[in-house]
T-cell receptor, first 111, second 114 residues
Framework: SQKIEQNSEALNIQEGKTATLTCNYTNYSPAYLQWYRQDPGRGPVFLLLIRENEKEKRKERLKVTFDTTLKQSLFHITASQPADSATYLCALEEYGNKLVFGAGTILRVKS | ETGVTQTPRHLVMGMTNKKSLKCEQHLGHNAMYWYKQSAKKPLELMFVYNFKEQTENNSVPSRFSPECPNSSHLFLHLHTLQPEDSALYLC?????????????FGEGSRLTVL
């Protein structure tokens, strides 16, 4: 089964900078990869999906890349704000409608 | 109400108690899920229901018993749990057959087993 690795250490950045989070997977390349945001004590919220034939996807200040050769996705937040502070989860389709999640990376944006 | 609603939000139970978690989705989706989230660990998929039929049981101990009476409601019945079962239990729904497969999560039920 898939194993997903996300940085276990929190990422601390200054407001206005670009945050870059990494998601690496170990096995076959999935048909798509998703990113979710989770605030403390809340359920995850879907942000973006990128398919295996897409190199890059954008939504407002968010950008996701997908490199099937490196087995890696990068998640960028440009012009970061303190309100962007949260845990960001990467998820891959394993089969059918079964999603496998990474443990998430905590992002802290300081003003 | 909209989205996915879970009750109760917090639950404390002893190891010999029987309790149930409830999930209701108002999105017209045809698939529902139970996930377990422990501190610093990935979400663990427990059960999947597609069109009310259980299609996935991810080697979950029998002390967790799911029930899906219709496509909008999902329950997780809890019996003789262990302290290590303390976690955040998340319910989610999705529309199978769409191109995105995104999950819509509830706010979770925080379970503490004493």
């Amino acid at each position: 089964s898939q194993k997903i690795e996300q940085n276990s250490e929190a990422l601390n950045i200054q407001e206005g900078k670009t945050a870059t989070l990494t998601c690496n997977y170990t096995n076959y390349s999935p048909a798509y990869l998703q990113w979710y945001r989770q605030d403390p004590g809340r359920g995850p919220v879907f942000l973006l999906l990128i398919r295996e034939n897409e190199k890059e996807k954008r939504k407002e200040r968010l950008k996701v890349t997908f490199d099937t050769t490196l087995k890696q996705s990068l998640f960028h937040i440009t012009a970061s704000q303190p309100a962007d502070s949260a845990t960001y989860l990467c998820a891959l389709e394993e089969y059918g409608n079964k999603l496998v999640f990474g443990a998430g990376t905590i992002l802290r944006v300081k003003s | 109400e909209t989205g996915v609603t879970q009750t109760p939000r917090h639950l404390v139970m002893g190891m010999t108690n029987k309790k149930s978690l409830k999930c209701e989705q108002h999105l017209g989706h045809n698939a529902m899920y139970w996930y377990k989230q422990s501190a610093k660990k990935p979400l663990e998929l427990m059960f999947v229901y597609n069109f009310k039929e259980q299609t996935e049981n991810n080697s979950v101990p029998s002390r967790f018993s799911p029930e899906c009476p219709n496509s909008s409601h999902l329950f997780l019945h809890l019996h003789t749990l262990q302290p290590e079962d303390s976690a955040l239990y998340l319910c989610a729904s999705s529309q199978v057959g769409t191109s995105t497969g995104e999950l819509f999560f509830g706010e979770g039920s925080r379970l503490t087993v004493l």
